[in-house]
């Protein structure tokens, strides 16, 4: 049985629609609330980014669990790690956080954290949703708030590199007018480093706006402009990260976990030798880690289901290639401010700049696409998508991939191509792109 309103990060679209409104927000709480087997002591910590429509879903996550037996805590507006923490540190039943990650300021969403701080599975979604009612919870819900998450975890991030570290270093950072404006740039300036802030000036309305993880290009050129020694992107919630060279070019989340993976490799600290990362990534992730003496796990595309499958395999280092990383033995779930340390203290401990670095990966060339389509039909019912796949595997053989899925959060089908030339990938794409077209309306 699939789920009806979670995607791959929780429950996700514009505010005010069908789904992500007050009643189905408090609906929703209510109903996992209940699934936790909340009682009038069991405390459920809510997080918010700054879109404007958190407030009113805020209340609206409050009275639902509340209704539920649960006592709902607000910790205010902080990164979505921040939460993981918070409540896998705490006697908290749950984590809420209010967020619709790099999505527009028009959109929010919701996503739950067990008391692990662990992202919930498939199969306690799908229980949640069957303990949906159809009726809203009684109103007039009241929460308490907690203050101390934020300073717990920006000491937390602090303490990953030695004090006055980053004395002298001037790093750009973009947190894309969302939830890491008020820690990131704390925690580097803490640690003695010059801070040139972008997308800093959060409004309710401007979250992802231009600036962030999903537009890397304002970040490289002010990295270019005042010869910063790199520069750091969030995503609206902070659960990502993407990193800019010296140079002003732009390393992705498969560059951040190759650089990551290959060092404790070195220094014998990549437990069980795994790195973990989706299919979405490059294979030249798995060369360098071969190379490296090390092995690469792949799972389907989302952040948690890297994190389960390295609950299974006893590794502590994985990702996606969109900038979710998770070092797990510092932070359940992705961190964009722990990934951005931890490659800065790769760095310090090898004397090598950005763009040095990022030699240990070379990517074959990989094109994708993301179409708006206006249906999300079954791809298997889709003939002259499927002919073009098996098409392209066969000419491809072990030279290259594709890969053809819908995203989890968006109406959308994502192209991936990869091969051993640029033209061949070229080709192949433009060929998936016209499959498509002729299958499915996109619009």
């Keep these: 049985m699939s789920r009806k309103y979670f995607g791959t990060d929780g429950v996700r679209g514009p505010y005010g629609g069908p789904v992500i409104n007050e009643d189905f927000a408090a609906r929703l709480a209510q ?3 209940r699934w936790a087997g909340a009682t009038g002591s069991a405390r459920v910590l809510i997080g918010r980014d700054t879109r404007a429509s958190g407030a009113a879903l805020l209340e609206a996550v409050a009275q639902g669990l509340r209704a539920g037996g649960a006592e709902p805590v607000s910790l205010g507006v902080l990164p979505t790690p921040a939460v993981a923490r918070a ?3 705490s006697d908290a039943r749950l984590g809420v956080m209010i967020t619709a990650s ?3 300021a028009s959109d929010n969403g919701i996503k739950f954290f067990g008391a692990d701080g662990v992202k919930l599975t498939d199969a306690d979604e799908l229980a949640i949703e069957a303990l949906l009612e159809a009726g809203a919870p009684p109103t007039g819900a009241t929460w308490t708030t907690a203050e101390g998450a ?3 975890y920006i ?5 990953i590199l030695p004090a006055g570290s980053l004395a002298g270093w001037k790093v750009v950072l973009d947190t894309a007018h969302g939830a890491t404006a008020g820690t990131s740039p704390v925690v580097l300036r803490n640690l003695g480093a010059e801070v040139v802030g972008l997308g800093d000036a ?3 309305a401007n979250i992802n706006a231009g600036v962030g993880s999903e537009h890397p290009a304002p970040l490289a050129a002010k990295v270019r402009a005042v010869g910063a020694r790199l520069g750091i992107a969030h995503d609206g919630d902070g659960d990502r990260c993407l990193l800019c060279d010296e140079n002003g070019e732009v390393l992705d989340g498969d560059v951040i976990l ?4 290959t060092h404790a490799l070195t220094h014998g600290r990549l437990v069980q030798d795994t790195l973990v990362i989706t299919v979405q990534s490059n294979l030249g992730v798995d060369a360098a880690l071969a190379a490296a003496g090390g092995r690469v796990v792949r799972t389907s595309v989302g952040d948690r289901y890297v994190i389960e499958r390295m609950a299974a395999e006893g590794a502590t280092l994985g990702g996606e290639s969109s900038g979710h990383i998770i070092c797990s033995d510092i932070s359940p779930t992705g961190d964009g401010l722990v990934a951005a340390l931890k490659v800065i203290e790769v760095m310090l401990a090898t004397g090598q700049p950005l763009s040095a670095l990022r030699r240990v990966l070379q990517k074959f060339p990989q094109l994708t696409a993301a179409l708006k389509v206006k249906e999300k039909r079954p791809l298997e019912t889709l003939p002259r998508v499927m002919a073009t796949i098996r098409a392209l ?5 072990d030279r290259g991939r594709v890969l053809v899925r819908y995203s989890g959060t968006e109406p959308k089908l994502r192209l991936l191509m990869e091969g051993p030339t640029a033209a061949i990938v070229q080709d192949g794409l433009a060929r998936l792109e016209a499959a498509v077209r002729s299958d499915l309306t996109v619009v």
């Design 102 to 104: 790099h999505n527009p």
């Design 155 to 159: 000491a937390a991030a602090e303490a």
């Design 31 to 33: 109903a996992a609330a």
């Design 150 to 152: 934020v300073g717990h």
């Design 87 to 89: 409540v896998r540190e």
């Design 202 to 204: 959060p409004d309710g």
């Design 393 to 397: 595997e066969g000419e491809l053989g």
């Design 258 to 261: 190759t650089i990551l993976a």
